[in-house]
C-alpha cells in the first residue's frame, strides 16, 4: 500500500501513518520517492545514495555495509546435537546445553522450589521473598505456578526500582551538581 502510494503520488489516507492529526499527507515524490520506493521493493536494503543525484540512477548497495549483522535478515539456525536432549525445554536450551558440553561441563541439578523463589526474587526485585510468598509458591503444584510468581514480582514496583539504579547509576543522578560545575552534592550530609 506505501510503495503504491508513493508511486502515485496521491495522498496516504487517513489511519495508514497520514500527517499530523489525521490529516492525509502527500507522500515524498520525484527522485527520492522513486528511490524510496526501490528501497522497499528490495526489503529495505542499506542504500547509499549517489552524491549527484540524477534521475533514474541505479541504486548503489555498500557493500561492506550490508554484509554487517545487523543489516541481515534474521534466520533461525538448526538446532544443536546435544547428548542429553530430555534436559532442554525450550529451543534455547539446545544452545545452552551444546555449549555446556562444550566445555565438558554438566548442566546443573533443577534448584528446589524453596531456592527458586528466593533467587528469583533476589535477582527480580533485589529482595528476599516473604515466607508466606514462598510458601505459596511451593504449595502451588500447577505447572504455571513459576510464570503467576515470576508475574507478581515483575508486578512489584520493587522490580521497576531495582532495574531504574541501572539506570540512575548510568546517568550519574545526585552524583554533582551538574556537567559544568562538578561540585558533590551534600543533600544526604
Known amino acids: 500500500?506505501?510503495?503504491?502510494?508513493?508511486?502515485?503520488?496521491?495522498?496516504?489516507?487517513?489511519?495508514?501513518?497520514?500527517?499530523?492529526?489525521?490529516?492525509?499527507?502527500?507522500?515524498?515524490?520525484?527522485?527520492?520517492?522513486?528511490?524510496?520506493?526501490?528501497?522497499?521493493?528490495?526489503?529495505?536494503?542499506?542504500?547509499?545514495?549517489?552524491?549527484?543525484?540524477?534521475?533514474?540512477?541505479?541504486?548503489?548497495?555498500?557493500?561492506?555495509?550490508?554484509?554487517?549483522?545487523?543489516?541481515k535478515r534474521p534466520v533461525r539456525p538448526d538446532l544443536p546435537r546435544v547428548a542429553r536432549a530430555d534436559w532442554c525445554r525450550s529451543?534455547?536450551?539446545?544452545?545452552?546445553?551444546?555449549?555446556?558440553?562444550?566445555?565438558?561441563?554438566a548442566p546443573a541439578a533443577e534448584a528446589d522450589r524453596y531456592t527458586l523463589a528466593r533467587r528469583l526474587?533476589?535477582?527480580?526485585?533485589?529482595?528476599?521473598p516473604s515466607p508466606a510468598e514462598v510458601d505459596r509458591f511451593v504449595a502451588d503444584p500447577s505447572p504455571e505456578a513459576c510464570e503467576r510468581y515470576l508475574e507478581k514480582l515483575l508486578e512489584s514496583p520493587h522490580y521497576g526500582e531495582r532495574w531504574a539504579l541501572w539506570w540512575l547509576d548510568g546517568a550519574r543522578y545526585a552524583d554533582s551538581n551538574g556537567y559544568e560545575i562538578d561540585r558533590t552534592r551534600t543533600l544526604w550530609a
Open 91 to 105: 529451543p534455547i536450551d539446545y544452545f545452552i546445553l551444546d555449549r555446556i558440553e562444550k566445555e565438558g561441563l
Open 1 to 71: 500500500m506505501r510503495t503504491a502510494a508513493i508511486r502515485s503520488g496521491h495522498p496516504v489516507a487517513e489511519g495508514s501513518g497520514g500527517g499530523n492529526r489525521g490529516e492525509p499527507r502527500m507522500p515524498i515524490s520525484g527522485w527520492v520517492g522513486s528511490r524510496r520506493a526501490l528501497w522497499l521493493a528490495a526489503g529495505c536494503a542499506l542504500l547509499i545514495a549517489p552524491a549527484r543525484p540524477v534521475a533514474g540512477a541505479p541504486l548503489e548497495i555498500h557493500r561492506k555495509a550490508a554484509e554487517h549483522w545487523a543489516f
Open 121 to 128: 526474587s533476589l535477582d527480580l526485585t533485589g529482595l528476599p
